[in-house]
């Protein structure tokens, strides 16, 4: 059978234990058309394995009875592939015990294309003009808030729409920020935009990008001055700091075989043309936090009732710094650079590897715990007790280095940056005492030569600086006598690192590391070997 709404009265899949809506689902979608509450852009695992989960427990409590229209700016290919599946989702918490819960979520009412010349983007112009909207939120991804290429220069995309105004923007933000106008000519209606994607004072980043088309806009005269004062001077549109987490991999083969040995047609991931894996399923570990400020101007959806927190600005920034720049996201990244240089293909295998442990451990307890701010509602040690002990090694997460490695330059200088700066502006702390962060560093620029430890050739991740690094280690041989001058202007780009590692004395250190991995085959696992 294939997956569909025939499926949610379906005796078979009952009887194997799938979680079925407990809603009438055409009615909500009918409700959700005439009074849409909540918009989501991006439909990734997250949003739909997390997000659209707790909703989906909402409305099963009867505590809301709309769903949640999702728009997807980056890749229209998800929106025919998931929309196909009369826009189900099967959710598959994936336990450490090895057990396996399945639910079928029918909580996203609708799938639409932010292509200005679809319909899609007519409906979502209506969408946005209904004074019942609440929230638009957000998952992204950190590149989806960049407004400059690597060279800090305007992206082509970007610099179309500042040109041309809110008429027909093509960059994603730009989608977004029309939309908000149409909000604002259907008479300047409150509304929350919620990011909600993994980086530091994302709401902050999300308001700062917002407002660079705005004033761009107001400055050549396409919209009024009144529309700068709507979006940056007054209480109708604010932008919520979040925190989330939950480990949310690519959809695996594994989960697809229980899926399809259930009676399940179709259950393979489908991979588009801008590289995206959109399948009819998601796969998601059972650990997860979603910290939200409570700043919403229309009303917001009951997610309280389901655990996730609403609290104050002040708290969300210390839980997400705890997180983003110590407790998980930096151990990751650590794990996703070292993973591929040592010819490993899933997160747990690592983990039984004492050498990347260590590592791991000095990085969070050592030389993160330190600098990190306890926020009250999560306790730091902890949290990484957690990660280390239970997340990470969970065999049944079926994570990759290659997938987290993705994007690695628009992700160093909030995982590791922050804290170099903590330790710059201590009075106890010497940041030349760091070691893992530098090693890390170093890891990635022999990451980018695309030769791993044993000296043979790997498929380097998707990154938006690919094609202006790694030229630089075009030359590249093991036991060749590497140029460290030519890496130096990359080492003080502080957009990069979050800090100039040349002014601050870290660059050095950068560069013997390197140098020590670049040596010989074996040479990255011996230079790991040495910290102690």
């Known amino acids: 059978m294939k ?64 769903g949640i229209i999702v728009a997807e700016g980056y890749d229209d290919e998800i929106v025919d592939i998931l929309s196909s599946y009369d826009n189900l989702t099967i959710n598959v918490t994936l336990k450490e015990n090895g057990q396996v819960e399945k639910e079928i979520l029918a909580s996203v009412s609708d799938y639409l294309k932010m292509d200005t010349d679809s319909a899609d983007f007519d409906t979502l112009k209506e969408i946005f003009r209904k004074s019942s909207l609440e929230m638009v939120s957000m998952t992204i991804t950190e590149k989806g808030y960049s407004l400059v290429d690597g060279l800090g220069n305007l992206i082509s995309a970007v610099q179309t729409d500042f040109d041309n105004g809110p008429t027909k923007p093509v960059s994603y933000l730009g989608k977004l920020v029309a939309l908000l106008y149409e909000r604002f ?191 009250g509602i999560i306790n730091p040690k902890q949290f990484i007790d957690e990660v280390v002990e239970k997340r990470l090694p969970n065999p049944f997460i079926p994570d990759t280095p290659q997938r987290i490695a993705s994007d690695t330059s628009q992700k160093l200088s909030v995982r590791f940056g922050e804290t170099i700066k903590s330790y710059l502006n201590s009075d106890v702390l010497d940041v030349q005492e760091l070691q893992v962060i530098p090693l890390v560093f170093a890891g990635w620029l022999r990451y980018l030569t695309g030769i791993d430890d044993q000296g043979e050739r790997f498929d380097v991740s998707s990154d938006p600086l690919l094609d202006t690094l790694q030229p630089m280690f075009a030359d590249f041989e093991l036991g060749k006598e590497q140029a460290d001058r030519k890496v130096y202007a990359v080492l003080s780009n502080s957009k990069i690192f979050g800090v100039d590692l040349v002014k601050i004395g870290l660059a050095e250190k950068v560069l013997t590391f390197f140098n020590k991995m670049s040596t010989a085959p074996g040479a990255i696992r011996e230079t790991i070997q040495t910290i102690k």
């Open 3 to 66: 997956l569909n709404k025939a499926s949610l009265t379906n005796k078979e899949l009952i009887a194997a234990g799938y979680q079925m809506p407990q809603y009438d689902v055409k009615v909500m979608a009918a409700k959700t058309k005439a009074a849409p509450k909540w918009v989501h852009l991006g439909a990734g695992n997250i949003f739909r394995a997390f997000l659209a989960a707790h909703h989906q427990h909402l409305l099963n409590e009867g505590v809301t009875d709309t």
């Open 185 to 375: 000519q259907a008479g300047e209606l409150p509304i929350a935009l919620v990011s909600m994607d993994n980086m530091s004072h994302n709401g902050e980043k999300l308001q700062a990008s917002v407002s660079a088309y705005v004033d761009a806009w107001v400055e050549k005269g396409l919209v009024p001055a009144t529309f700068k004062t709507y979006v940056e001077g007054s209480s109708n549109v604010t932008f919520p700091w979040s925190m989330i987490d939950k480990i949310t991999p690519r959809p695996d083969a594994a989960v697809q075989a229980v899926l399809e040995e259930d009676g399940l047609e179709k259950m393979f991931p489908s991979k588009t043309l801008k590289n995206t894996f959109a399948a009819p399923y998601v796969n998601g570990e059972e650990t997860e936090y979603l910290i939200i400020e409570d700043e919403f101007p229309n009303g917001r959806p009951h997610l309280d009732k389901t655990g996730i927190i609403f609290t104050d600005r002040d708290t969300v920034n210390k839980v997400e710094t705890m997180k983003v720049t110590t407790c998980l996201n930096p151990l990751h990244t650590c794990l996703a650079i070292f993973g591929c240089l040592l010819d490993y293909t899933s997160i747990y295998e690592e983990m039984n590897d004492e050498d990347l442990v260590k590592l791991i451990k000095i990085l969070g307890y050592r030389e993160g715990l330190p600098v990190v701010i306890n926020p």
